[in-house]
């Protein structure tokens, strides 16, 4: 992506964005205003099309659309901004509110449309097209040959779709209505990540502000849990904690979290101990020699036993195999990062047994399984192979709790629960450059008492 492109979205994001989405299929056709624009800001030399005035248009339906030219560097954008919408579903005592404009035009309101032009030669090299009022969620087609363009499908800089070929002239896209454009891949890029429904998400809704509620209290402390009885007692030992300076660390807070939706089915908490227990494939004949020592996999071990107390319990006791709960999906192949304030795309393996999944696609990982699994929410082990004494062990240092989910106003959210605390996936994911998360399904309950 371009310079001018970054520092246009950093600087649109910082306005608030609440903007209730419609099903993809609802979006209004704008291809007779992109008809009447082709030929002067689509065609026109990149000069001219500078000093064209921005102008508010207005489609059938009344919705209007800001049309501009932004002047970058290298290349050229010409925008075709939708007016942003506020509105939200019924949450709570809150009653909903329809869909209402806002008078902003940030330049990826669901449906805007850009174009991309090199400035000293004016020819096309992107065209992006915003299925929902998200920045970072969008499909996108880049010149091929003289038949043929390309076209990526991106949520959260990872790519559902990479270089899939579409046959038809790259141009011929400038005045395609849009859902002519998606009945040329129908069925190559999973669609439905663009349009989720927030209803789904009310019981997360719930589950996250009962956290919160509970969470003012608590306090670290290392090595820190709260055993079966309601004590504060120290992980390794299992001695009372120092009353001065009882808390909960990582790993006590994530038993703290399970137990708070297991004891209102259950009426007890979990014992700690079974929880250091080994679990599930990991390691080798190398590492087994440095278990006792280093105790590398004491965050995973931790959050499988979890998990399969969790699902054991509120699914069935077939669910608590590390099969059912454990994290595997492998949705995208690419992911897009930042380097020196440009995007370079890198190849993303996906999970791999033991490490999990690579930071960097973090956040497209927890959008699709959001999408995918509205009912869930995921503990993670943290681990990293670059230890500062030998040999290098991957060690399972951390764990947290991660919600994704989207809000009453369909902008999507991850909420992080860690140590006694919330934090953000933005902390949370600049803590941790290089390491490796391993992800474990925990089910979504309304009811917490822990």
Known sequence: MPKFLIILFIFVNILPVYGLDLPVSQITDDSILRSRLRDSWFIDTPRRVLSFRTTIESLETGERVEVRA??????????????MTSGRIEEGDNPALERRPTGRFPGY?????????????????LIRIFLRSDQSTYIQFRPYDTDKCRMDAVVHNGYLARSLPVAVPFERLYTMQLNDILSLVEGKFPLHYYEPDPVV??????????????????RFADDGAIDENGNYVLI????????????????????????????????????????????????SSFTANWEERRDPFFGLDWIRNLAAEANGTLRSPGYSVLEEFEVNNDVFAYVRVSENRT?????????LREAGYGVEGLRPLLYTLAVDDPFSFYLAAVSNDRDSQPPNL??????AALV????????????VFESAEETSINNFVARYPGHYVNLVRIPVRTAFDP
Not at 70 to 83: A, F, K, P
Request: proline share 7%; aromatic share 12%.
């Open 343 to 351: 995007f370079v795309d890198r190849s993303y393996p996906g999970f």
């Open 236 to 283: 390794k030992t299992l001695q009372p904690q120092n009353p001065a300076g009882q808390g909960l660390n990582c790993s006590g807070f994530t038993k703290w979290l399970i137990d708070g939706i297991l004891r209102p089915v259950t009426g007890r908490r979990l014992t700690i101990e079974p929880l250091r227990a080994p679990f599930g494939q990991r390691g």
């Open 201 to 218: 998400y009310r019981d997360t809704r719930t589950f996250i502000s009962q956290v919160r509620r509970s969470i003012a209290p608590l």
């Open 404 to 415: 994704p989910y989207f809000d009453e106003y369909g902008t999507f959210r991850i909420t």
């Open 394 to 399: 991957r060690q399972y240092f951390h764990v």
């Open 109 to 125: 309101a669901q449906g805007s449309w850009m174009l991309t032009r090199n400035k000293s030669t004016g020819a096309p090299s």
């Open 70 to 83: 932004v002047d970058g560097r290298n290349e050229i954008m010409i925008l075709l901004s939708r007016e």
